[in-house]
């Protein structure tokens, strides 16, 4: 190879060391970790011609091979010092920075880089920006030589003897740790103002960073220092407690703990467990976990009442008083509390707590009935959701043996309570879910039960707790999804819902008062006419309970407070014509009479979970093979009722004059509305067989006449359920003509006697008498006795 010579021109060629990462500045030296056979090459031709070398920067480290855009346009010339050969094959070699160079372009690739370069001569600047930048650049440094740890000492004292500003520069630069990029545009910047400013930057920065770490470092030690002085001084006070003869803190606790376990008059038994339990803490380390654990389930221990009890209210009158102020209604539920409370009075010791379930629709007031009991009985009140639980362990708790174990529900609200008797409400009953994490309801099974609850197990305090004074009363929607051992084991109470009148009642007493008083209003500034609540009864709820339409009051409140505030308003009287301005249209219509009698369409009652309503069946024939259609998604019983209905017209058909050719002849199709509702149960018999025998014999069906009743195949009307809501839709429909089973007559008791003086009932025992009312004209009935 010829020997690179340096040309007098301009340009002139170099051997090319690429480094990989890292940027060698001029004036400064450095260790370059050399490998590749090509680089080598060049350090052997740069050495053995005295020659220097041109050193550059990739700017993809992953390269071996490159090419004039692999690497950065700025090199710096050096001399190599010495080559060092390395145990793992790869050459250490010292190089030392000369001046800048500007690459042209590579000459060659093998057997080593050449590349055309030319020199980028530095200017001299000894202006006086200048020098103020030297120095402060100069006075950043040496703080970062002061904070750095692994910069030496004698950086600083090198950068102080650096006279030359670019030089100074290059120094501190290389001294630095900055990324590739950055320290190839401080190597680019040939101006040495330019390059002190652009240094300032990144000395600043590096600064910030320093200062950071070292007040961070600085809190560590001094909470290290702190730990460690703690537990020294701890260690210092035991020892001086030691020879005064007091305790330390543990011990303190463990005799404070003794007193409480005292103080709990708990059982023997569970006495017993919890000083055997207080001994262990004794004996237990400190700093040991298990001093944690013993304390919790001792806490829990001594937090549970074990015999405090409140004293019961037994003055029947005041009771009765206390539960009609709350709750407008409900004999079944008020006479079943003042039974209670009655026989109370004469045995006090002998009566086992009842377990009560209140069924019935949302809204009915079902959980703010328990808080009236506890009041009226003068007990604690508390509540447990057990709504969507799948775990039995939410009930039983958790044993000690996993981490973070707890009581369950039941435990937790006795502690809540304070008192062994108090009200315990379980709400929601018949949403408890099972898994393979258990089952909740089985696990109730112990808690509700008399002959059990007196010995509680709870997983987690592994102790027998007595429930046996506590009155439980649990609250359910619907009783089919709770299991049948559950349900032998409460006295259920139906709450069917509240009847218009009801309704009417508990929004004057209750729901206007209370809307009134919460939002800020006066009987005197806004006020209800009965007419204007029964209008938001009927047509804006649709529902069993009070909800919607305490609602409804409210978003009324809300409008008149605003009149109010904006002073458009003295006083405002709400009557039937002022609820729709404030309401809106309509919401909800109410089953209705026909307007005319049809053939085919009878008016049938049904009761829903809103109460009650009426429902029209319609039959219609239409030339056919004698099939009969069902629809209006009806249920498989209501389904098994109609074919009765039809099978009971075959086999009378002499007796009511129909053909016996027109079953052949005719479908017949049988539709109840709406069509989007689900309609199950056998008390629609009667109606549809009405409707099926008025449209064979063309004889139209009185729309006065509206009629319940279970059909049999011998024509037989059987008793059926839910009468006094079914009453009370064909009251608020404009029935006036009520046909219903003989041995139902004796639960008109709980109908109103308004309802019964305006309506006439007739009481059928078999599907002539039903028939006689209502395709002739209505004559022969009596009137239900109240």
């Not at 032998?488 to 004057?508: C, F």
Request: glycine letters at 8%; proline letters at 6%.
């Amino acid at each position: 190879m010829p020997r690179p010579t340096r040309r007098r021109a301009a340009t002139f060629e170099l051997p090319l060391l690429p480094r990989r990462r890292g940027i060698l500045f001029p004036h400064t030296a450095g260790p370059i970790l050399v490998g590749r056979r090509t680089t080598l090459r060049a350090i052997e031709e740069a050495t053995g011609h005295d020659s220097a070398i041109a050193v550059v920067t990739q700017r993809d480290p992953s390269l071996t091979e490159i090419a004039p855009g692999d690497v950065y346009p700025i090199a710096t010339e050096g001399t190599i010092n010495r080559a060092l050969r390395l145990p793992d094959g790869t050459t250490q070699v010292w190089v030392q920075g000369q001046r800048r160079l500007r690459i042209l372009g590579f000459t060659a690739s093998e057997p080593y880089y050449r590349v055309l370069v030319e020199a980028s001569e530095e200017p001299e600047d000894r202006g006086v920006p200048t020098e103020a930048m030297r120095r402060a650049v100069l006075a950043l440094f040496e703080k970062i030589t002061q904070l750095a740890p692994r910069m030496p000492d004698e950086a600083y004292v090198t950068a102080m003897n650096i006279e030359r500003p670019g030089w100074l520069a290059d120094y501190v630069a290389s001294s630095l740790d900055l990324d590739d990029d950055a320290a190839e545009d401080l190597l680019a910047t040939v101006k040495p103002r330019e390059r002190l400013e652009k240094l300032s930057i990144h000395v600043a920065k590096e600064l910030d960073v320093l200062e950071l770490q070292t007040k961070i470092h600085s809190r560590v030690q001094e909470e290290l220092d702190k730990s460690q002085r703690e537990y020294f001084l701890r260690e210092q006070m035991k020892a001086i407690q030691r020879e005064l003869g007091e305790h330390d803190p543990q011990t303190r606790d463990v005799y404070d703990m003794r007193t409480r376990i005292d103080e709990a008059h708990m059982p023997e038994a569970v006495a017993d467990k919890a000083n055997d339990e207080l001994r262990r803490l004794e004996q237990v380390p400190s700093a040991s976990p298990e001093v944690g654990i013993i304390r919790s389930y001792l806490e829990w221990l001594v937090s549970v009442p074990w015999h405090r009890e409140t004293i019961d209210q037994l003055d029947i009158r005041d009771a009765a008083r206390v539960l009609d102020r709350h709750h407008y209604g409900l004999p079944r539920v008020k006479e079943r509390i003042i039974e209670y409370m009655a026989v109370r009075q004469l045995a006090k010791d002998k009566l086992r707590s009842p377990v009560l379930c209140f069924v019935g629709p949302p809204g009915v007031g079902k959980t703010s009935l328990g808080r009236s009991i506890a009041e009226a009985l003068g007990r604690r009140f508390v509540r447990v959701s057990l709504g969507g639980i799948r775990d039995e362990a939410e009930i039983r708790g958790h044993r000690r043996t996993y981490v973070g174990a707890l009581p369950g529900r039941i435990i937790h609200a006795m502690r809540q309570a304070g008192t062994v008797n108090p009200v315990f409400m379980l709400d929601e009953v018949d949403k408890v879910g099972a898994d393979f994490r258990g089952d909740p309801s089985s696990a109730l099974l112990e808690v509700l039960d008399p002959e059990q609850n007196a010995r509680f197990s709870d997983h987690y305090l592994d102790v027998d707790y007595d429930l046996s004074k506590v009155m439980f009363i649990a609250t359910a929607n619907i009783l089919d999804p709770v299991i049948p051992a559950l349900r032998d084991r409460m006295e259920v109470i139906e709450l069917p819902g509240y009847i218009e009148d009801e309704k009417l009642h508990i929004a004057q007493q209750f729901l206007v008062p209370k809307q009134l008083e919460e939002h800020g209003l006066s009987r005197l500034q806004l006020s209800f006419t009965p007419g204007a609540l029964r209008k938001m009864i009927r047509e804006y709820t649709r529902e069993a309970g009070v909800r919607g339409l305490e609602r409804e009051i409210g978003g009324i409140c809300r409008k008149v407070a605003r009149q109010f505030a904006e002073n458009e308003a003295t006083s405002v009287r709400v009557d039937v014509q002022g609820v729709p301005p404030y309401l809106g249209p309509q919401k909800f219509f109410w089953g209705a009479a026909e307007e005319t009698d049809q053939v085919g369409v009878a008016t049938g009652v049904a009761r829903t979970e809103l109460g009650g309503d009426v429902l029209g069946v319609e039959v219609t024939l239409m030339p056919g093979k004698g099939a009969l259609t069902l629809t209006g998604q009806l249920g498989d019983v209501m389904r098994e009722s109609a074919q009765a209905a039809l099978s009971y017209a075959r086999s009378r058909a002499g007796e009511l004059q129909i053909a016996p050719e027109v079953f052949e002849k005719n479908d017949i199709h049988v539709h109840v509305p709406a069509g989007a509702v689900p309609k199950e149960g056998p008390s629609a018999g009667i109606t549809i067989a009405t409707a099926m025998i008025s449209a064979l014999t063309r004889r139209p069906i009185s729309r006065q006449v509206a009629m319940t009743g279970e059909i049999t195949l011998r024509g037989r009307v059987l008793p059926v359920g839910g009468l006094k809501e079914k009453i009370l839709a064909a009251h608020r429909a404009g029935i006036k003509t009520f046909v219903l089973p003989k041995r139902n007559e004796k639960d008109l008791s709980d109908v109103p006697p308004a309802v019964l003086r305006e309506l006439r009932f007739v009481f059928a025992g078999d599907m002539a008498e039903v028939l006689r009312v209502a395709l002739d004209e209505p004559s022969g009935s009596r009137r239900g006795e109240p």
